[in-house]
Every structure is written in C-alpha cells, then in structure tokens.
C-alpha cells in the first residue's frame, strides 16, 4: 500500500508541473491533475449477535481500510470539462464471528480476509447548456465474494442555475461462494476451509433521482430517491439459524428483494462560521424493513484555517417479517434468519472532525491544502458498539 501512495503522489508531481506549463487564460486543453485524496481508517467493533453461529457469539472486528481518489480533468475543443476519477480501495479485517464458520478450529483461514475494490469514472459537464453526462465501473473482489458494478446517468441544471435534477442508473453482478458452516458441508467436500465450493449469483439494479434547489445565499435543499430490485441468492450461507428443535440451517431468504429510500437534505449557512447540514431518510422494502435516519453535522470555522464538525446519527428500524432469535425459528417457517441486522434495533452514532487547509499548504507542501481527521462512536440498542477514526489529506 505505501508504494501505491508514493506512486500517486509522483504522479500528483508530473501532472502539476504540465499543468503549470499552461498560463493562458482559457482552460487547458491538456489533461490536468485536478485533485488526489488519501484516505485511511481503522474500525473495531465488539456485540454479542452473530449471525455465523446462530445470534449468538462474539461479534469482535477490525478492519483497516486505506483508499486512493484521484480526479484528472480536460477540456475538449467545445470547451466541455471532461473529468476522469479513478478509485483504488483496499481493506484488510480480522473477524471472530468468520472464524466460526469452522467451529473446530482455533484460528480458521476466515478469520481474516482482504477486499480490493477499484472503479473508475468519467462525466462531461456542457457548462453553456447546464448539462453533465456520466458513466462509471467497478469491481470488489474478496475470498467468498466477487461483484462488478456499471452505472450511467445525467444532470441538468435549471435556467437560472438554480436548480438541478439528476438521474443515474447502476447496475452490480455479484457472485457468492456457498461457504456452507462446516458441520451441515456435504457431498465430496471433506471439511476443509480450501475446497471448490460452488457459487451462486445475485443482481442489483437502481434508479436513482435527486432534485436539488439553492433557496437563497444561505438555504440549499435536495430531495432524493432510490428503486432497487435485488435478485438471486440474497442469503449469505455461513450464517447459521437454529430452529427450536435444536437443529441448525442455513440462512435462507426469499431471492428477491425490492427497496425505496427516500431522503432529504438540507444545509444552512450561518454567516462564514457556521453550516448546518441535516438529513432524513425513510426507507422501506417487501422484506417488511423499515427504518428512519435522522442526522446532523455542524461544522464550525473557529479560524480560517481550522473547522470542527461535530456530528450526531440517529436510526431506528423495525425488523424484517424473517428474523428470529436464536432457537425460535421453527419448522414451519419457509423463510428464515437469526442476523441481527435485519431485526428490530435503535442506534447511535457521534463523534467530530478537525479539518486544516492552510492558505500555503501542509508540510511545507504548497498543494497538499487539506488534513482531516475524524473519530466516530457507535452504539446499537441489542449491545453492538463500534468505534472508527480516519485521516484524509488532499493535494489540490
């Protein structure tokens, strides 16, 4: 991973210097570095409800998570500004509920994993006509678990500027490796964490439509809406269900699924030291879910080269009509989960951000003109707690 940063960092140097090259007045025609974010953070978790072994058991986790952005832009011959953005992400966690897929071993190979995740993107905005064009890839890879994303979509700005509506649609194809827990594995499979499991897939796709609106100097809106079909194999099938009979099953959940969110954000701009930025989100599904999300974040200007955001996430979901605790299932159900994340729960999330970006720069580097740092502490009302805090710099 420090290689890659380095990398991008050398690149950040080419690109700049070209882009110093050019001292017309009018955009550059060349490709041009426009901005490079580092971000890296660490989260660590501990609750009681794991979905390997039943709802019950150790939910203890850490994950490190290191990613790139990078954003290059050119103008065409119209004078169309052509972005390009290209994401890298990795991520390494250790997990003590994986570890029990295998419930015979001290320290099984799913006790830890690695997800490496790129994607890259590109819009052109018509500045004259308000418009932008966008499209994008992706790809997440990990031992038991492989998904492609596309998307494509357009903005258009209102008259006055004012106003502007966007609408995207994306797509992901995923692939699950049927890592059954180790005492219901049957056929050939002689028990190990390496055989040739099979793989069974998923689909997503989504339509996503936003409308946002300038008020006046100090009030912006924007409404937001999603539709997400799901189908395929939505269950994950080392998680384990024990029925009252004392039995133990895979997971299994209906193999469609459809969600509607519905949000609304709004931000307000109390002279230059003050922002309020809110949001709520309603969101329901078939799978008898729903839930409300209430935040806010308050960034304060306290010099103007220092901002401190604190913030505060409040959720509330009622469980889905599939869910049961550990050995209340029975057999007469056809559909069936002990996974704690789609049950009935409240949860708090708070913390603050300090951000600097020096007029001259960080370090005595002229173009590194952000350094952010965030902590965050997490509670869920059935016992789970968290705690993440992360880094971002940005050369500009």
Same mark, same amino acid.
Request: proline content about 3%; cysteine-free; charged content about 20%.
């Given at each position: 991973?420090?290689?890659?940063?380095?990398?991008?960092?050398?690149?950040?140097?080419?690109?700049?210097?070209?882009?110093?090259?050019n001292?017309?007045?009018?955009p550059?025609?060349?490709?041009?570095?426009?901005? #490079?974010?580092?971000?890296?953070?660490?989260?660590?978790?501990?609750?009681?409800?794991?979905?390997?072994?039943?709802?019950?058991?150790?939910?203890?986790?850490?994950?490190?998570?290191?990613?790139?952005?990078?954003v290059? #832009?050119?103008?065409?011959?119209?004078?169309?500004?052509?972005?390009?953005?290209?994401?890298?992400?990795?991520?390494?966690?250790?997990?003590?509920?994986?570890?029990?897929?295998?419930?015979?071993?001290?320290?099984s190979?799913?006790?830890?994993?690695?997800?490496?995740?790129?994607?890259?993107?590109?819009?052109?905005?018509?500045?004259?006509?308000?418009?932008?064009?966008?499209?994008? @890839?992706?790809?997440?890879?990990?031992?038991?678990?492989?998904?492609?994303?596309?998307?494509?979509?357009?903005?258009?700005?209102?008259?006055?500027?004012?106003?502007?509506?966007?609408?995207?649609?994306?797509?992901?194809?995923?692939? @699950?490796?049927?890592?059954?827990?180790?005492?219901?594995?049957?056929?050939?499979?002689?028990?190990?964490? !390496? $055989?040739?499991?099979?793989?069974?897939?998923?689909?997503?796709?989504?339509?996503?439509?936003?409308?946002?609106?300038?008020?006046? !100097?100090?009030?912006?809106?924007?409404?937001?809406?999603?539709? @997400?079909?799901?189908?395929?194999?939505?269950?994950?099938?080392f !998680?384990? @269900?024990?029925?009252?009979d004392?039995? #133990?099953?895979?997971?299994?959940?209906?193999?469609?699924?459809?969600?509607?969110?519905?949000?609304?954000?709004?931000?307000?701009?109390?002279?230059?030291?003050?922002?309020?930025?809110?949001?709520?989100r309603?969101?329901?599904?078939?799978?008898?879910?729903?839930?409300?999300?209430?935040?806010?974040?308050?960034?304060?200007?306290?010099?103007?080269? #220092?901002?401190?955001?604190?913030?505060?996430?409040?959720?509330?979901?009622?469980?889905?009509?599939?869910?049961?605790?550990?050995?209340? !299932?029975?057999?007469?159900? $056809?559909?069936?989960?002990?996974?704690?994340?789609?049950?009935?729960?409240?949860?708090?999330?708070?913390?603050?951000?300090?951000?600097?970006?020096?007029?001259?720069?960080?370090?005595?580097?002229?173009?590194?003109?952000?350094?952010?740092?965030?902590?965050?502490?997490?509670?869920?009302?059935?016992?789970?707690?968290?705690?993440?805090?992360s880094?971002?710099?940005?050369?500009?």
């Amino acid at each position: 991973m420090k290689k890659i940063f380095i990398s991008i960092i050398a690149l950040f140097g080419i690109f700049n210097a070209k882009a110093q090259e050019n001292t017309n007045s009018e955009p550059s025609k060349k490709l041009t570095l426009e901005e #490079v974010n580092l971000v890296s953070s660490y989260y660590k978790q501990d609750g009681n409800n794991s979905a390997v072994t039943g709802g019950i058991g150790s939910e203890k986790l850490t994950d490190i998570s290191n990613s790139i952005d990078v954003v290059l #832009v050119k103008n065409d011959s119209k004078l169309r500004k052509n972005k390009f953005t290209f994401d890298l992400g990795i991520d390494h966690y250790t997990s003590a509920s994986s570890d029990q897929i295998d419930l015979k071993a001290n320290s099984s190979a799913s006790s830890a994993d690695t997800r490496f995740y790129p994607s890259l993107g590109w819009s052109r905005e018509n500045e004259t006509k308000g418009s932008t064009i966008m499209a994008g @890839v992706s790809y997440s890879g990990e031992f038991d678990y492989q998904s492609i994303g596309a998307n494509i979509g357009f903005s258009q700005k209102t008259p006055n500027k004012m106003g502007e509506f966007t609408a995207k649609f994306q797509t992901f194809q995923d692939q @699950v490796t049927l890592i059954a827990p180790i005492e219901l594995r049957t056929g050939n499979s002689n028990g190990g964490e !390496h $055989d040739n499991y099979g793989t069974s897939g998923r689909s997503t796709y989504a339509v996503s439509l936003s409308y946002s609106q300038i008020i006046n !100097h100090n009030f912006q809106v924007e409404l937001m809406t999603d539709a @997400v079909q799901q189908t395929g194999y939505l269950s994950l099938p080392f !998680h384990r @269900v024990y029925f009252n009979d004392n039995t #133990v099953h895979q997971e299994n959940l209906p193999n469609k699924r459809f969600k509607l969110p519905i949000g609304i954000r709004a931000n307000y701009f109390l002279g230059d030291q003050f922002i309020f930025k809110t949001y709520y989100r309603y969101y329901t599904d078939n799978w008898g879910l729903k839930s409300q999300t209430f935040n806010i974040e308050a960034p304060v200007k306290i010099s103007p080269f #220092v901002s401190v955001s604190p913030f505060y996430r409040y959720y509330t979901q009622t469980g889905t009509k599939y869910f049961s605790p550990y050995q209340e !299932h029975t057999a007469f159900d $056809d559909f069936y989960t002990s996974n704690y994340d789609l049950s009935t729960f409240n949860s708090n999330f708070y913390g603050a951000g300090i951000r600097f970006n020096p007029k001259n720069g960080l370090f005595g580097v002229s173009r590194l003109n952000m350094l952010e740092i965030r902590y965050g502490h997490y509670t869920k009302s059935i016992g789970m707690k968290s705690n993440i805090i992360s880094l971002n710099l940005r050369f500009k």
